[in-house]
Every structure is written in C-alpha cells, then in structure tokens.
C-alpha cells in the first residue's frame, strides 16, 4: 500500500524562530519553545484574557471571547478548545464552560465511559474518547475501534449504519442496558459530524501555547516576529501595532532612517518600525540604508546621500521614507525633504560616480568636495496634510490623527470616542454620536433590490465599521468619500463582544464643530521669533472668516533667555478651528497648541 503523508508549511513556526532570535540578539538568552513550561502563569493570564492577537489558532474575535469566559488553567483545556471551535462542535463550548466552572453539572452517558470523558467533563470532543469509548462500553478491538473512527471522521453513514449493531451487542453483553446503548450510540452518531482528532488538536496546541508564552513573557521581541511575518500586509499590520499600542501598550519607534532596520526590531525595550514595511518600497532597498549607516548615524539629509546610492534605492522608496517621517532625525520639514528629492539624488548619484571613478580630491574623499544642493524652501506640511502623506506611507496613521485638532470641539457637541462607545455598550444597547475619518466604503444590493453599505471610519481611538441602509446612505453618499471627515449618529450593540454600529445619520465635521461653540487657545512658543508668524496666521484666519466660533488667544514663551514663562493675552477673540489650530501647529518655533 502507499503512505499518504500531508505537510503543513506553518508561518507560525517561523515566527518562533525569529522570536527566539531577537530574544537572543537583544538578551543573549537562548530559549528552546519545546522545553517551556505547560504550567506558566502569565502565558494562561494571557488567555483567561483573550489577549490573543498574533497567537496562533487564537486569534479571531469569537475564539477570544470563549477564552474569557473559560478561563483556561491547564494546557488540555486549551486542546479542547481547539478541537471545539469549529463549525457543529462550537455549540457545546458554552456547555463545555459552564461544567468546568460548576455552573452545570457533570453527567457521563455510564459509568464506564467516565475516564474517557472526565478532562472534557462529559462531553466527547475528540475521535480518539469515540475509540475509547467503542472498547470500554462496547468490547471493540483496537483494530475495529479505529474503524469506527474512520467511518466517522470520512462521515461514511452506511459504515455507521453497520457498526450500530456491534456496538449495541457488545455493550448488553457488557452489562449495559438497551436504552443507555442507544442514547449512548445516538451521540456517537451525532459527534461524526464533528469528531475532531485529539492528537491534531494537541499539535496545533503546542504551537500556540508556545506562541502564547512567548507574547506574555517577551512581548516587544514577539510582536517584532509577528509583524515581520505579514512584512507587505498593511491591514494587518494596522491590528498588530494597534495591539502594541493600545493592548500592550508598549514603547515603539517610528520609522528612521538612524534607528530602524530593513524589518522590525527592538531597541532598548522598544519596538523599532521596519523601514521594509513602508509601501512601495523593498526590504533590499532598505538594506543599502542600514548598510550605508552601519554605526554612524546620518548628520544630514547631505551625509545620508553622499553614504547612501539613492539612485540605487530609487526616488518612489525615498517619497515614502519622507512621507512616513523617516528623515525627521536629519529635517522636521518633511514637506521640504520631499521637494527636494530630485536634487538629493542627483547630488547622489554625482557624489558615488566621482568615487567610484577613483579621482582623488585635495579636500579629503572623493565627492566630499562638491557642493551640496540648496533644499526647496517650502513650509512644512500643515498637520491634517501631513497625516495624510504618513497614511500614504504607512497605511495607517502613526504620529497622530486627523482628528486630534476636533476633539475638544467634538467633545462640547456630544460626540464621544470609539473606546467611551465600546464600554458604553457592554452595558446594553444605545443611540450615540461618533466621528470619523472615512477609510473605506463598499455598496451592496439587498434581495429587495435596496442599496445598503458598510463603511470603515476612525477615530483617534481606533478604527470601526458601520452599517448604513438605503435611506441614509442616499442622503450622505456626498459625504462618504475616503478622506472625509463626518459625524455619525448610531445605533450601537454588543454582539459577541463584538460592536456593531448602525449609522442613521450623517453630518460633515467643520458643521458639527461649527456648532459647538467657541473656545480658546493657548500657544507655547520657544522663541519671540514665532510670535510674528503666529500673528499673522490668526489676522488671516480673522480676515478669512466671518462666521464661526471664535475664542480668546494667549501666548507662553519658554526661552532660555528669559527668567522664567512669559504670558501674554491678546485681548481680543479670533476665529478658533481645528483648520486654524493646524496651521498654528505647523509653525516653527511653536511647541504645543491647547485649548482653554
């Protein structure tokens, strides 16, 4: 006969080994995943709170609320798990809980059959208690116990059909009652189905529990792996860094052209973004970057082209760099490293071709001597823009939020934030106003031939999905468009501990905040050079606009020259919105803009 083997290529098990190696690299530890402990407290910790994300078959939402309310404490009720989260079996998990935790009581078909069951308190989830089960109750051979098995896992009823018979003859000429046979019978009838090796489970198991033990006891290093592993997938990394962020909420290092690698790394506890993982741009090309700093960092955006070939890294790669901020080390204006690209690596190119012609030049190395280009003299980009280019990079927003200048102005109109709606929720359905920035929007038709539509928005604390019918989507198609600011009225509920929101409601942003009200602003300078700037942004803003809100504005200079903070107040009230407010931001010489 012939061996029929399957192979399963697992990116988890890379993931492992990558996670051991930074864990090495950074501790000069040497673990070995097959010798962790089966009893560690904080890798159960972890799964009694369904923080789950990047663990291996433990991931998805529905398998991280049924770990909440199982709490597992030993490393089979994790096997079980496995086995009962799939299509028919996951009806029994709820029964599965509450016998664990003594809310319902234990009952075995026979007494016979009450080791078999006893670790999954009752309930047959695996193939191998059904073989067991044939030989303790039925008096089946190994040999015909696994046929049973096969005839259950193929799903063959005519096979089942015949086994029926046998197993009720072996079980009465074991003592066991006609009535209890057949029940009994009926829930192996049942469990073909289902019926879930225990051996496959247990594998997949291990890589988890490994997996599991490696986020909870070396989080920064795991997290690193995970996301080296979906390199190029942009919406999964946006959940990853999420979870680093707000789950973990551990310390992270944006993309930098001084500090990052072609992947992801850990710094001094930190997680340090991956250049690679920028859109449009190659780990390779990223490579000559890292290769060209080696352990000198870059000075200028002038010493970062005369040691790197940005020729040979490419202007689309370079865009990206300077849209995610990567150069901020070497310029804050990102604007300006962006516009003046071309002239970088041109000044590039002309700097290696001298060297590598092998002209020697009086004034040290070769190409040191040509002089640098004068960089374009643009303003920075205003704060809403500049997010928008970091979203063009990355994928998701990492500095900030396009929203973080509307929130004080939100706040006064009612609108909370998706975390304050998620708790909200826990406790029942409500009605509520949410704002948003539109990522996304796809249109479907009902059987009844209406539209409807689910859009994906975010705020500054997360992302979110709602859904919209016929009637609200046609009055507020105009403003759904990626990009767009909007504020929402929903109808929100928990289900699954999942949010789901029904939007019944549309208005854009700049109406809503319009409404609000006035308030004011403070503004941290660190030089009275800013002062000028500053004042001209605010009599622009009040010559611009008529309407509105409008607030008192007062100025805190911070200089080292002074004794001590300087307040000023203007005395007079100028027109205050998040626009304005940007504008502000992207002055030089300005530190920080609050509301009053």
């Given at each position: 006969?012939?061996?029929?083997?399957?192979?399963?290529?697992?990116?988890?098990?890379?993931?492992?080994?990558?996670?051991?190696?930074?864990?090495?690299?950074?501790?000069?530890?040497?673990?070995?995943?097959?010798?962790f402990p089966l009893d560690d407290e904080k890798t159960y910790a972890l799964f009694q709170k369904g923080e789950t994300v990047g663990v291996f078959q433990y991931e998805s939402p529905g398998m991280q609320k049924h770990l909440k309310d199982l709490k597992p404490t030993v490393f089979e009720d994790l096997i079980a798990m496995n086995a009962l989260y799939r299509p028919g079996p996951m009806d029994l998990i709820p029964t599965f809980v509450a016998r664990k935790h003594g809310r319902e009581e234990v009952i075995y078909p026979h007494p016979l059959v009450e080791s078999v069951l006893s670790e999954t308190y009752g309930i047959m989830v695996y193939q191998e208690q059904v073989m067991e089960i044939a030989r303790q109750m039925a008096g089946y051979s190994l040999g015909g116990a696994d046929l049973l098995r096969r005839a259950m896992g193929k799903k063959i009823q005519e096979a089942m059909d015949a086994e029926r018979p046998k197993f009720l003859a072996g079980a009465a000429s074991n003592g066991v009652d006609e009535k209890t046979a057949k029940a009994t019978w009926d829930l192996l009838d049942k469990f073909a189905n289902y019926g879930f090796n225990k051996s496959h489970a247990a594998a997949y198991a291990v890589v988890s529990y490994q997996t599991a033990w490696l986020k909870a006891n070396h989080p920064v290093e795991f997290m690193a792996g995970v996301m080296n592993c979906d390199l190029h997938l942009t919406d999964k990394l946006a959940i990853y860094f999420d979870e680093v962020r707000k789950g973990l909420n551990l310390p992270y290092i944006p993309p930098c052209v001084n500090r990052s690698q072609a992947r992801f790394d850990v710094a001094e506890g930190a997680l340090v973004y991956g250049l690679g993982a920028l859109k449009n741009v190659g780990v390779e090309a990223m490579g000559l970057i890292t290769n060209g700093r080696g352990d000198r960092p870059f000075s200028t955006v002038f010493d970062f082209a005369r040691r790197v070939d940005l020729k040979r890294v490419g202007k689309r790669p370079l865009e990206m760099l300077a849209r995610a901020g990567a150069f901020d080390q070497l310029d804050r204006n990102r604007h300006r490293v962006f516009d003046s690209l071309d002239d970088l690596v041109a000044y590039s190119a002309a700097v290696h071709e001298q060297r590598n012609s092998s002209q020697v030049s009086l004034f040290g190395e070769a190409g040191e001597d040509l002089p640098e280009p004068r960089l374009s003299p643009v303003p920075n980009w205003l704060p809403a823009v500049q997010l928008a280019e970091e979203f063009k990079a990355i994928g998701f927003y990492l500095s900030g939020h396009p929203l973080d200048d509307y929130m004080s102005s939100l706040k006064r109109s009612g609108v909370i934030t998706l975390d304050q709606l998620v708790e909200k929720a826990k406790d029942g359905p409500l009605v509520a106003k949410l704002a948003g920035i539109v990522a996304g929007r796809q249109e479907r038709k009902s059987a009844r031939g209406n539209r409807f539509a689910f859009v994906q928005l975010s705020d500054t604390t997360g992302a979110f999905e709602a859904t919209m019918f016929s009637d609200t989507l046609e009055t507020s198609r105009e403003y759904l468009e990626v990009g767009s600011k909007i504020v929402l009225s929903v109808e929100a509920t928990m289900e699954a501990e999942q949010l789901k929101l029904l939007c019944r409601s549309v208005q854009p942003m700049d109406g809503a905040v319009a409404q609000a009200g006035g308030a004011g602003l403070r503004i941290y300078l660190d030089t009275p050079l800013a002062i000028e700037p500053v004042a001209t942004v605010l009599r622009e803003a009040a010559r611009a606009t008529k309407l509105g809100a409008k607030g008192p504005i007062s100025f805190c200079l911070l200089d080292d020259s002074l004794p001590g903070e300087v307040d000023m107040d203007l005395g007079q009230n100028f027109p205050v919105t998040p626009q304005i407010k940007g504008a502000l931001k992207s002055l030089e010489g300005v530190l920080m803009v609050e509301d009053l």
């Open positions: 006969g012939l061996l029929k083997m399957d192979f399963l290529g697992l990116k988890t098990l890379t993931l492992i080994k990558d996670t051991v190696k930074i864990v090495k690299a950074k501790h000069d530890i040497l673990l070995d995943p097959d010798s």
